[in-house]
């Protein structure tokens, strides 16, 4: 008698919960088709033959432009001034190995390579015993005379 009771009492809260869920049903969402289609978006395009040849080329182009539109900190090329928004944030700190700016001694080395090579370093990134350098220090926005603008400026700092 106990288990039939027991199994009225259940089956009563399945149809309660039932009615409940009937009368208030959960709300959707109004992105709910732009959240499943950057769900199910493809990663990469792919590109075969002469037309996906000239699709890719089109693509890069496309990808290029959008690049040199997106020039960092307004396109200066003041070197301080993109110091203090991004370099020092590691050169003064000295996160990630990086030499501080204060420190002279510890850019005797670097400067030995000379500017060439400090430049290749900070465009393209770099990785040492000592630390690492991360592309355009970080930024990807920033254009290569913004970069060699900051390794002059920090240069002349430091000598």
Not at 83 to 111: F, M, N, V
Not at 127 to 137: F, H, L, N, Q
Request: hydrophobic letters at 45%; a neutral charge; charged letters at 20%.
């Amino acid at each position: 008698m106990l288990i039939g009771i027991l199994a009225a009492m259940a089956l009563v809260f399945i149809i309660v919960a039932h009615w409940i869920y009937q009368k208030n049903p959960a709300p959707v969402s109004p992105n709910a088709s732009a959240i499943v289609d950057a769900r199910i978006a493809p990663v990469g395009d792919s590109y075969a033959g002469e037309s996906g040849r000239a699709a890719m080329l089109a693509a890069e182009e496309e990808r290029k432009k959008l690049a040199a539109s997106q020039v960092a900190y307004g396109g200066t090329t003041d070197g301080k001034a993109i110091y203090d928004q991004l370099c020092h944030a590691c050169h003064e700190s000295g996160a990630g190995g990086s030499p501080k700016l204060s420190d002279k001694g510890a850019w005797t080395a670097r400067i030995a390579q000379g500017e060439e090579t400090l430049l290749k370093h900070a465009i393209e990134g770099f990785t040492g015993k000592s630390g690492i350098m991360p592309a355009r220090g970080g930024n990807p926005a920033l254009n290569d005379a913004q970069v060699k603008a900051t390794v002059e400026w920090m240069m002349s700092q430091v000598k």
